[in-house]
């Protein structure tokens, strides 16, 4: 009974041997690899043939096992089956690297556009502002057309003489009486006409130079030119002009525009003259810069 029994024993453990599923490395691996490669989003799209031939070799090879055909026959079988997939990622690393080309190609290419699209969005700017300046040169040339154009027609009304001193006007006739540093009241038009002129022009300047007739000594009548200038300038800063803008000198009798041997002619001559310097508030070589305030 002991001798059946392990008899039996020993037959239920070959049976149990045979029909238990065999294992094999290069299976295993190839099954790996292949798992891998079906996994990848291009798999299908790249390596589609490879994937296939891939898994037919694997099966080829599992069958073998399973049929206990010899170990050689089934590891090139496996060989077979890695071989088809190590094909397959190989196409599907290339095409991996075609989108990256691609990718990084878009990129660039999105870069540049966007360049492209700020360069003509700063060429725009500089357009806008270049025609922005030129307008606003334009206007203030119109500007300085129109303010010269008024100041000239200031210095019209005035009579404004040109000579080797600049331009020059003269307050006379009815500005004092004989002796008088006082303005009489038909000076204030002229006055008013030259303020305002003085006032448009801040940038101009102007030497006040007060003249008498020959009655008198010297000194007196240089004492008396120099309060004629004052007096002038004195309305004229209550007009408005600033101090800084005239400077005044008396020159006495020195310089007569007209005969002292008649009323009218030292009329005449008992003025005050203004000269003027040019826009940039130079005056011309022959005025004189030695004056007084």
Do not use: W
């Amino acid at each position: 009974m002991k001798t059946f029994t392990l008899i039996g024993a020993t037959a239920l453990l070959l049976a149990a041997c045979a029909t238990a599923p065999q294992r094999n490395e290069q299976v295993d691996q190839a099954r790996a690899e292949i798992d891998t490669l079906s996994q990848d989003p291009l798999a299908q799209q790249a390596a589609a043939h490879d994937l296939d031939a891939a898994r037919a070799s694997l099966q080829e090879a599992q069958g073998a096992l399973q049929n206990r055909q010899p170990t050689p026959v089934v590891d090139h079988l496996a060989y077979l089956a890695r071989r088809h997939a190590e094909a397959g990622e190989a196409r599907v690393a290339e095409a991996h690297a075609r989108q990256d080309v691609a990718r990084s190609q878009d990129e660039r290419s999105k870069i540049l556009l966007a360049n492209r699209e700020r360069e003509t969005q700063n060429a725009q700017a500089q357009a806008q502002n270049a025609q922005a300046e030129a307008e606003s040169a334009k206007s203030q040339a119109l500007a300085a057309q129109t303010q010269l154009a008024s100041a000239q027609q200031q210095l019209a009304d005035l009579q404004a003489k040109k000579t080797d001193r600049g331009l020059v006007v003269t307050l006379g006739d009815v500005l004092f009486d004989t002796g008088q540093a006082t303005l009489k009241p038909g000076a204030g038009r002229a006055l008013d006409r030259l303020a305002g002129y003085m006032k448009s022009n801040p940038q101009t300047r102007i030497l006040i130079e007060g003249h008498t007739d020959s009655r008198g000594s010297d000194d007196y009548n240089q004492a008396l030119s120099q309060r004629r200038a004052q007096a002038v300038a004195t309305e004229l800063e209550s007009r408005g002009v600033a101090e800084d803008q005239y400077r005044i000198r008396g020159l006495g009798k020195s310089y007569p525009v007209a005969s002292n041997d008649t009323a009218a002619g030292r009329q005449q001559n008992r003025r005050v003259e203004i000269v003027f310097s040019d826009a940039s508030g130079r005056f011309a070589q022959g005025a004189t810069d030695s004056v007084q305030r």
